[in-house]
């Protein structure tokens, strides 16, 4: 990246408003690795979906935790979204466009010096740990306070979560094809198969009664 926050926001689109499907880093990976330096090439790679993403979700997590945000119905609401926005596009990343030829984590791959099969172990650890964080801690926690106990309200919460993450952040490109078979198999069994799969999981334990995890 040739200036701090010099980010390429692509062409002034409503399909790229919507999916920021021209958006780019604008960072000239080559040089780098080029140099040598190619584990430098590699952090930046994964910087933004396990910095501006991963670590964000956990920040907004905090957040969602203290008696200022809990306290307040719309503020909940706002920060959980984000979160959402936040941790899915770590999903978008790994595992849905991390076994491909090119993009942020074939970079990383090339970056470390090895193929995107020999990384992909290590980057799904973190990003299904964050799926586990999600469900299992975000969620519970926030949904009493957002559907302020209403049964269609709560239907609503786990239809439109469900969706936002498995099926909005698969991606229509991904599931075109553009980042090969088998990002296209991960993209389409995301959103055919566990969106479907979260909603059914996410009714059924909670329902009949939202569980609050304050641990």
């Known amino acids: 990246m040739k200036e701090p926050f010099g980010i390429d926001y692509g062409h002034a689109?409503?399909?790229?408003?919507?999916f920021l499907d021209d958006v780019d880093d604008n960072v000239d990976y080559v040089p780098i690795i080029a140099?040598?330096?190619g584990v430098s090439a590699a952090i930046i790679a994964?910087?933004?979906a396990f910095v501006g993403n991963g670590a964000v979700y956990f920040l907004l997590y905090a957040l969602l935790r203290t008696h200022a945000v809990k306290s307040r119905r719309s503020l909940t609401s706002f920060v959980y979204w984000f979160s959402l926005m936040s941790?899915?596009?770590?999903w978008g990343y790994v595992p849905i466009r991390a076994l491909t030829t090119h993009a942020d984590m074939a970079i990383a791959a090339k970056g470390f010096g090895i193929s995107t099969w020999a990384l992909f172990p290590?980057?799904?650890?973190?990003?299904?740990?964050?799926?586990y964080h999600f469900f299992c801690r975000n969620?519970?926690?926030?949904c009493a306070t957002i559907s302020s106990g209403d049964k269609s309200r709560l239907i609503m919460l786990i239809a439109l979560t469900?969706?936002?993450y498995f099926s909005f952040f698969a991606g229509n490109s991904v599931i075109a094809g553009d980042y090969g078979l088998i990002s296209q198999i991960f993209a389409i069994l995301s959103r055919y198969l566990l969106f479907p799969l979260a909603v059914i999981w996410l009714t059924s334990r909670y329902a009949n009664g939202p569980t609050v995890d304050d641990a």
């Not at 689109?13 to 919507?18: A, D, P, R």
């Not at 969620?139 to 926030?142: H, L, R, W």
Request: glycine letters at 10%; a negative charge; proline letters at 6%.
């Open 139 to 142: 969620f519970p926690g926030v």
């Open 162 to 164: 469900a969706f936002w």
């Open 46 to 48: 994964l910087a933004g």
């Open 122 to 131: 290590f980057l799904m650890v973190p990003s299904l740990y964050i799926v």
């Open 35 to 37: 140099s040598g330096d």
């Open 13 to 18: 689109s409503v399909n790229n408003f919507i």
């Open 87 to 90: 941790e899915a596009n770590v």
